[in-house]
């Protein structure tokens, strides 16, 4: 059995971890490229939303790999994501692969029934090889999310442009080749470390603008499909926010479902003025997040979601309220295969352009009053 998964930014090396430390054979797909995207697209229908599009392509250059089996999460709730599981299988049959495909559905509290679909993809294992291969994979999670972040804030001091996008890649891939939890830690201080030698001098540096990434997990996640956004605006000189990490995720909807632990209810709190009901993906939690950012002086707001979504439609008709009553500007890209390279940068050229402006408004007024 040679075991595949979609990819969403750097989501495979936890999963990578998980399931080779319990025995499996893991054929990780090709990085997603033009040509991941070319193969979904044209074996997809033409209005399902850009992540299955892309997780199509992924399987099948998986499967060009020698992949035989498909890991899919499954998932309930008002958008279509709880079927794609069931459509990308049929698609895949329909054009001749031989493959199984297993979706982990949410374990809704049931743990035993998790540990029943784990084992299908691993076979009998004693649980505790599962706790040890649960707790390595934990600590690539974090500390993947940790090197994330620190990027982020050291991304617009750069001395050389590209040097701290380097440094992650080499840190990642420490993180990747660890073996035990010590060897993740120690790969976490080393990478920590080449990224904070990236930073120019201090006292060039401007107070640099602030801006928070919203919106649908997938395309917020994969840099790919985002045309790499952190990135950019970083390269810009934004310091950048994002409103998900993959652990955030896995903790709100795997572990406290398995739990049954309460879960946290900041973001709809926060969203309830505008949107109060659950819709579905991450609708509400684009809302809540935009106003927290608000409410923590960000200067500006990037929503991003893919074409069709339903859940981030929502939240798009909503955001103009939210940048209205709470003063911040709010920016919405919306992704499909059709998008271009060319057309993101301007979009967000203009948005910086626009928000350092305001900002400067707002020093100006500062030094006057
Ligand atoms: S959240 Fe949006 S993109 Fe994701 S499956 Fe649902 S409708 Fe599609």
Same mark, same amino acid.
């Given at each position: 059995?040679?075991?595949?998964?979609?990819?969403?930014?750097?989501?495979?090396?936890?999963?990578?971890?998980?399931?080779?430390?319990?025995?499996?054979?893991?054929?990780?797909?090709?990085?997603?490229?033009?040509?991941?995207?070319?193969?979904?697209?044209?074996?997809?229908?033409?209005?399902?939303?850009?992540?299955?599009?892309?997780? /199509?392509?992924?399987?099948?250059?998986?499967?060009?790999?020698?992949?035989? *089996? /498909?890991?899919?999460?499954?998932?309930?709730?008002?958008?279509? %994501?709880?079927?794609?599981?069931?459509?990308?299988?049929?698609?895949?049959?329909?054009?001749?692969?031989?493959? @199984?495909?297993?979706?982990?559905?949410?374990?809704? =509290?049931?743990?035993?029934?998790?540990?029943?679909?784990?084992?299908?993809?691993?076979?009998?294992?004693?649980?505790?090889?599962?706790?040890?291969?649960?707790?390595?994979?934990?600590?690539?999670? *974090?500390?993947?999310?940790?090197?994330?972040?620190?990027?982020?804030?050291?991304?617009?001091?750069?001395?050389?442009?590209?040097?701290?996008?380097?440094?992650?890649?080499?840190?990642?891939?420490?993180?990747?080749?660890?073996?035990?939890?010590?060897?993740?830690?120690?790969?976490?201080?080393?990478?920590?470390?080449?990224?904070?030698?990236?930073?120019?001098?201090?006292?060039?540096?401007?107070?640099?603008?602030?801006?928070? /990434?919203?919106? @649908?997990?997938?395309?917020?996640?994969?840099?790919?499909?985002? %045309?790499?956004?952190?990135?950019?605006?970083?390269?810009?000189?934004?310091?950048?926010?994002?409103?998900?990490?993959?652990?955030?995720?896995?903790?709100?909807?795997?572990?406290?479902?398995?739990?049954?632990?309460?879960?946290?209810?900041?973001?709809?709190?926060?969203?309830?003025?505008?949107?109060?009901?659950?819709?579905?993906?991450?609708?509400?939690?684009?809302?809540?997040?935009?106003?927290?950012?608000?409410?923590?002086?960000?200067?500006?707001? /990037?929503?991003?979601?893919?074409?069709?979504?339903?859940?981030?439609?929502?939240?798009?008709?909503?955001?103009?309220?939210?940048?209205?009553?709470?003063?911040?500007?709010?920016?919405?890209?919306?992704?499909?295969?059709?998008?271009?390279?060319?057309?993101?940068? *301007?979009?967000?050229?203009?948005?910086?352009?626009?928000?350092?402006?305001?900002?400067?408004?707002?020093?100006?007024? =500062?030094?006057?009053?």
């Amino acid at each position: 059995m040679k075991i595949t998964f979609a990819h969403m930014g750097n989501l495979y090396i936890t999963v990578k971890a998980l399931l080779e430390d319990l025995g499996a054979e893991v054929v990780v797909p090709p990085m997603p490229s033009k040509r991941t995207l070319s193969i979904g697209s044209r074996h997809s229908p033409e209005f399902a939303c850009l992540p299955l599009k892309v997780n /199509i392509g992924n399987y099948i250059e998986a499967m060009e790999l020698g992949a035989d *089996t /498909i890991a899919m999460a499954g998932g309930v709730g008002p958008c279509r %994501f709880g079927l794609y599981g069931e459509v990308q299988r049929e698609i895949l049959k329909a054009l001749g692969y031989e493959f @199984e495909m297993i979706i982990i559905e949410p374990p809704q =509290g049931r743990l035993r029934h998790v540990l029943r679909q784990l084992g299908r993809l691993v076979g009998r294992n004693p649980v505790g090889k599962y706790v040890r291969a649960a707790r390595l994979a934990w600590a690539k999670m *974090t500390a993947v999310d940790e090197l994330e972040k620190v990027v982020q804030r050291v991304r617009p001091f750069e001395g050389r442009r590209g040097a701290a996008t380097a440094a992650l890649a080499s840190a990642l891939k420490l993180v990747d080749e660890a073996s035990s939890i010590v060897q993740v830690k120690r790969a976490l201080e080393d990478g920590r470390e080449m990224l904070l030698s990236v930073r120019a001098p201090e006292g060039d540096a401007p107070d640099p603008p602030r801006i928070g /990434i919203v919106g @649908e997990v997938y395309v917020v996640l994969e840099p790919f499909v985002n %045309f790499d956004v952190e990135r950019r605006l970083g390269e810009m000189g934004v310091l950048v926010e994002r409103s998900i990490y993959i652990g955030d995720w896995v903790r709100e909807h795997l572990f406290k479902d398995l739990f049954r632990l309460r879960k946290g209810r900041r973001p709809y709190d926060l969203a309830k003025p505008y949107l109060c009901h659950f819709v579905g993906g991450h609708g509400v939690e684009t809302v809540g997040h935009t106003v927290e950012y608000a409410r923590q002086k960000f200067d500006g707001v /990037i929503q991003l979601a893919p074409f069709t979504c339903m859940p981030e439609i929502v939240a798009q008709d909503v955001l103009p309220a939210v940048s209205r009553d709470l003063g911040i500007p709010v920016m919405t890209l919306v992704f499909d295969e059709h998008s271009s390279d060319a057309g993101v940068l *301007t979009r967000l050229e203009a948005f910086v352009d626009l928000v350092e402006r305001s900002c400067r408004r707002r020093a100006a007024k =500062g030094a006057r009053g």
